[in-house]
């Protein structure tokens, strides 16, 4: 069986269980009004009568349930504004059974004549349980289904005490208006620091962050440094006035296409000026030095990784002195700018057919607080090495694909098609994270590694 034809099986099994909980449903809200109706007992009608005359009831239901749209609807994404459909369906089926009582009496074909009273309750009920049911699946699937759930593991919390760290510092953080150095700052900011350098070249990017903290009254000084990392005679200002403790350095190129195009730019960007940064480190005798790495440094064949690699070369080359300097490995991060997340998301907001480069790729993925966090641990530990996290097992950029669509209320293939593009130059089919115990010392933080030279 085909994909299309696998979701086509689940589309109509669970338009049948919509239907089963909806018979469900209205039994309760039938038989509900009848011992309202009846101060609690019930009637002398048999049991045969009671079944006859639900079935009227829940067929002229399911017939304007159906008319009204109503199973069109997926579960997951109904919202208050389709509330009123099942209010619609639930009140004509009541004026219908109403009519039927008045022009055709129910004891012809059900053996029984329920009172008016019972068919207006049970609008009541039935428009209550019709619809409580359904708000309380989308409950449930907006607490399941999460960013959290399509990486297929445990999210990993670091803990406080890396906090303490940078209590009372001043700390440098490059690529500030990035997804991974804004929220480096924001987290860095709650640790009450003495002030915060947030050095980034894009003015909007450096704009949107100084105008979120500035907002967020946090009482720690911060500054935005409109400066580009490959520029020497800027940084060095920033590192005699205002003499760093900390640096942790995220400005970069990730896109790997983009940088197999323009390969002297990811260079300069990516290696140099972590060379550069990194030494001037070294040279106003900062405390701490994290470099932002990549999973794709891991045997690199992708220009970017190996400019990522050079970088960490380059780093760690310098330890020895007074500055302890480290590097961070991460995966791909959820919802950061121009991730495959984001692309997704877009895609399937227009409905336009989503696009996977291959239907064996996989990746690594983490959320953007796992991903700080390991920053901020690695920051305040005393090793010169490369951490890595522990991101568990690959997830393929298929599943992730139909994951996404299926949270969004959609089928894939079915609403919504997938479409294979071919992988881009550059481009492993997996990517590469070993944390083996002949690969990777175990530290005493949970999940987090330190790489084997």
Same mark, same amino acid.
């Given at each position: 069986m085909d994909r299309k034809a696998k979701e086509t099986v689940i589309f109509a099994a669970t338009r049948l269980l919509g239907v089963a909980v909806d018979a469900v449903s209205l039994a309760f809200a039938y038989y509900g009004a009848i011992l309202l109706r009846f101060d609690l007992q019930a009637p002398r009608w048999g049991w045969f009568a009671v079944l006859s005359s639900f079935s009227v009831v829940a067929a002229v239901h399911f017939i304007f349930l159906g008319l009204t749209g109503c199973y069109r609807l997926a579960w997951r994404r109904t919202s208050l504004r389709d509330l009123p459909r099942y209010f619609a369906a639930a009140f004509i089926a009541c004026v219908v059974l109403t009519a039927m009582r008045f022009a055709m009496p129910f004891d012809s074909f059900a053996h029984v004549r329920p009172p008016y009273s019972v068919t207006l309750i049970c609008?009541?009920? =039935?428009?209550?349980?019709?619809?409580?049911?359904?708000?309380?699946?989308?409950?449930?699937?907006?607490?399941?289904?999460?960013?959290?759930?399509?990486?297929?593991? +445990?999210?990993?919390?670091? &803990?406080?005490? =890396?906090?303490?760290?940078?209590?009372?510092?001043?700390?440098?953080?490059?690529?500030?208006? &990035?997804?991974?150095?804004? +929220?480096?700052?924001?987290?860095?900011?709650?640790?009450?620091?003495?002030?915060?350098?947030?050095?980034?070249?894009?003015?909007?990017?450096?704009?949107?962050?100084?105008?979120?903290?500035?907002?967020?009254?946090?009482?720690?000084?911060?500054?935005?440094?409109?400066?580009?990392?490959?520029?020497?005679?800027?940084?060095?200002?920033?590192?005699?006035?205002?003499?760093?403790?900390?640096?942790?350095?995220? =400005?970069?190129?990730?896109?790997?296409?983009?940088?197999?195009?323009?390969?002297?730019?990811?260079?300069?960007?990516?290696?140099?000026?972590?060379?550069?940064?990194?030494?001037?480190?070294?040279?106003?005798?900062?405390?701490?030095?994290?470099?932002?790495?990549?999973?794709?440094?891991?045997?690199?064949?992708?220009?970017?990784?190996?400019?990522?690699? =050079?970088?960490?070369?380059?780093?760690?080359?310098?330890?020895?002195?007074?500055?302890?300097?480290?590097?961070?490995?991460? &995966?791909?991060?959820?919802?950061?700018?121009?991730?495959v997340v984001q692309l997704f998301r877009e895609q399937i907001a227009a409905r336009s057919p989503v696009t996977v480069t291959d239907p064996r790729m996989e990746r690594y993925f983490m959320m953007v607080s796992e991903a700080v966090g390991l920053v901020l641990q690695a920051a305040s530990r005393t090793e010169k090495a490369i951490y890595t996290l522990d991101m568990g097992q690959r997830v393929k950029i298929l599943d992730l694909a139909e994951g996404m669509i299926r949270q969004a209320g959609y089928r894939p293939y079915v609403d919504i098609p997938i479409v294979f593009i071919g992988a881009r130059p550059g481009e492993k089919i997996c990517e590469e994270i070993d944390v083996s115990e002949k690969s990777a010392y175990k530290t005493d933080a949970a999940k987090i590694h330190i790489t084997k030279a």
């Open positions: 609008f009541v009920l =039935a428009s209550v349980f019709l619809v409580i049911w359904r708000i309380a699946w989308c409950w449930f699937w907006e607490m399941r289904s999460s960013e959290k759930s399509l990486i297929n593991r +445990e999210v990993l919390h670091m &803990g406080q005490s =890396a906090a303490e760290f940078f209590s009372d510092k001043v700390v440098m953080v490059t690529g500030a208006g &990035g997804s991974i150095g804004s +929220e480096i700052v924001r987290q860095v900011i709650a640790a009450k620091p003495k002030k915060v350098l947030m050095v980034e070249r894009g003015e909007t990017a450096l704009y949107n962050i100084e105008r979120e903290v500035r907002a967020g009254k946090r009482g720690v000084e911060t500054l935005p440094l409109m400066k580009d990392v490959n520029d020497e005679r800027a940084m060095r200002e920033i590192f005699e006035e205002h003499k760093p403790e900390i640096v942790l350095h995220a =400005a970069a190129y990730k896109h790997v296409p983009m940088v197999e195009m323009n390969p002297e730019e990811g260079w300069r960007n990516n290696t140099e000026a972590t060379r550069l940064l990194a030494k001037l480190s070294k040279e106003y005798a900062v405390k701490r030095f994290v470099l932002i790495s990549t999973d794709k440094a891991v045997n690199p064949v992708s220009v970017m990784g190996k400019t990522k690699k =050079a970088a960490e070369k380059a780093v760690m080359e310098l330890n020895g002195g007074e500055t302890s300097f480290c590097a961070v490995r991460f &995966g791909n991060v959820f919802g950061s700018s121009g991730s």
